[in-house]
């Protein structure tokens, strides 16, 4: 870690999240600049991430990241009051994001999965290095087998864009918990994507309850995050087989 980066890295940290309503504490800020050269490290050996800047990756991964905690407040749902009561998935963490920017701040317990054993290797190490092991775990796993053996046990999914919402629909439903919610993060999506989604929200007992535009700092980017709720049984059995959900879309 180059010691002459980390206070100029936490205060631009610090300094953009402010501008988006979040305040982080120095603790908070320096565990998440820690685990940015952990990334930027390990990215040398096992292909984590193409953000290799510093100044970038604080915006385009933990403010990007941070991005969860904004639209869990504006999501309005009764049980983000006590958040460090909740349970976590991140679905495709990669090097960890959301999910380790996320607990940081939120300080909720979770699991972060990714279906590369490589990546979660990594992230398992991070964890251990940053003293977070105790309440968040990481496995090499994919979705639907996940929600085989760990049925209705989040509250949250968290979900930055690795498919079309609709099948990260399929994808959280039998995993959520009654009333939990899937926060799903998209850079761009068209009208006709987010109509699809609704509809298969309501064969997976689904149902859209917000949706916030951001626009993240130095032109890095534009998110809409959606927040889906459980609110009902699935009208159809899940999960499917792996990859039915991406191959023979709902």
Do not use: W
Request: overall charge neutral; glycine content about 6%; proline content about 4%.
């Amino acid at each position: 870690m180059v010691q002459s980066q980390i206070a100029p890295l936490m205060e631009l940290l610090v300094c953009q999240a402010d501008t988006f309503g979040l305040s982080l504490s120095s603790d908070e800020a320096l565990l998440m600049v820690k685990h940015l050269f952990m990334v930027i490290e390990k990215n040398r050996q096992v292909n984590l991430t193409k953000i290799t800047d510093p100044h970038d990756a604080i915006v385009r991964h933990y403010i990007d990241s941070l991005l969860f905690v904004k639209a869990l407040e504006e999501s309005h749902c009764p049980s983000a009051c006590s958040l460090d009561s909740l349970q976590f998935l991140d679905l495709g963490t990669g090097a960890g994001f959301p999910g380790i920017p996320f607990s940081i701040v939120t300080k909720m317990g979770g699991l972060l999965i990714d279906s590369t054993t490589k990546k979660t290797r990594a992230v398992q190490d991070f964890l251990v290095d940053l003293g977070l092991n105790s309440r968040i775990s990481v496995m090499s796993i994919r979705a639907e087998d996940l929600a085989l053996c760990r049925a209705t046990s989040f509250d949250l999914v968290l979900v930055r864009a690795v498919a079309k919402l609709s099948i990260l629909i399929e994808y959280a439903s039998p995993l959520l918990k009654p009333n939990g919610l899937l926060i799903s993060s998209k850079a761009h999506i068209e009208a006709d994507e987010v109509v699809h989604a609704e509809k298969v929200a309501q064969l997976c007992g689904m149902k859209l309850v917000s949706r916030g535009t951001y626009d993240l700092p130095r032109a890095s980017g534009h998110r809409e995050l959606f927040c889906f709720m459980k609110t009902a049984h699935a009208s159809l059995d899940l999960p499917r087989k792996p990859g039915m959900a991406v191959h023979r879309p709902l």
